[in-house]
């Protein structure tokens, strides 16, 4: 089952990679939030995800 914090980061992934134009400042930092916020309760699966979503992110260089 997956928890919570990792839903919500796949979830602010999604909108800022599914987003038109440019996110703001504000959306990407919600977004690295709630992936920092799904490491710390989350299986060693669920990390390896995580680390790839931000890895999307990186490539389409919403996060820094």
């Known amino acids: 089952m997956e928890n919570n914090f990792?839903?919500?980061?796949?979830?602010?992934v999604n909108r800022l990679t599914n987003a038109q134009g440019n996110p703001s400042?504000?959306?990407?930092?919600?977004?690295?939030?709630?992936i920092?916020?799904?490491?710390?309760?989350s299986t060693a699966e669920e990390q390896q995800h995580l680390?790839?979503?931000?890895?999307?992110?990186?490539?389409?260089?919403?996060?820094s």
């Open 51 to 63: 680390q790839q979503l931000e890895q999307t992110l990186k490539q389409k260089n919403q996060l």
């Open 25 to 34: 400042a504000q959306d990407k930092q919600a977004a690295q939030n709630a």
């Open 36 to 41: 920092q916020q799904a490491y710390s309760n």
């Open 6 to 12: 990792f839903q919500q980061a796949k979830s602010a």
